[in-house]
């Protein structure tokens, strides 16, 4: 059985999460340089096998498209163009950045720890997968 990658692309930095191969736990990944992000994951995709990936669709609360999506959606295809045997599944993402930082508040996380931005965006990744297996489970 595969894994799945999640994918919280911003504008400097892109978190990722991946799933177990039974698909029930998720585990905060890494940051990169979003310049580096399809690459890391090419790489990836050599040592783990990945059967999707699943990028954070960057919304209003109106659901109209917020300022990062023409980069997301480059960063898509650029994604499907190197590695074009992996699906990948847009997924909302609007709520991601608050939960995270509400989860590291109630977790105790030290202010100076809550600022770093890759752990915020990991931990929105990692709650991007966690909703989108909550999701194929109902």
């Known amino acids: 059985m595969g894994r799945i990658v999640a994918i919280d692309y911003g504008e400097k930095r892109t978190g990722f999460a991946i799933s177990d191969?039974?698909?029930?736990?998720?585990?905060?990944?890494?940051?990169?340089?979003?310049?580096k992000a399809v690459m890391y994951l090419k790489n990836c995709?050599?040592?783990?096998?990945?059967e999707l990936f699943v990028?954070?669709?960057p919304?209003?609360?109106?659901?109209?498209?917020?300022e990062n999506m023409p980069r997301v959606e480059k960063f898509k295809r650029n994604l499907r163009r190197v590695i074009p045997s992996?699906?990948?599944?847009?997924?909302?993402?609007?709520?991601t950045s608050v939960l995270a930082h509400r989860i590291m508040i109630e977790g105790g996380v030290?202010?100076?720890?809550?600022q770093d931005k890759g752990l915020v965006d990991r931990l929105s990744a990692a709650i991007l997968l966690q909703t989108y297996l909550e999701f194929l489970r109902k």
């Open 21 to 35: 191969p039974l698909k029930m736990i998720v585990s905060s990944f890494v940051t990169v340089l979003s310049r």
């Open 45 to 50: 995709t050599e040592n783990y096998d990945i």
């Open 55 to 57: 990028l954070g669709e």
């Open 59 to 66: 919304r209003q609360m109106d659901y109209t498209p917020s």
């Open 86 to 95: 992996i699906d990948v599944q847009m997924v909302d993402e609007r709520f």
């Open 110 to 114: 030290k202010k100076i720890k809550r």
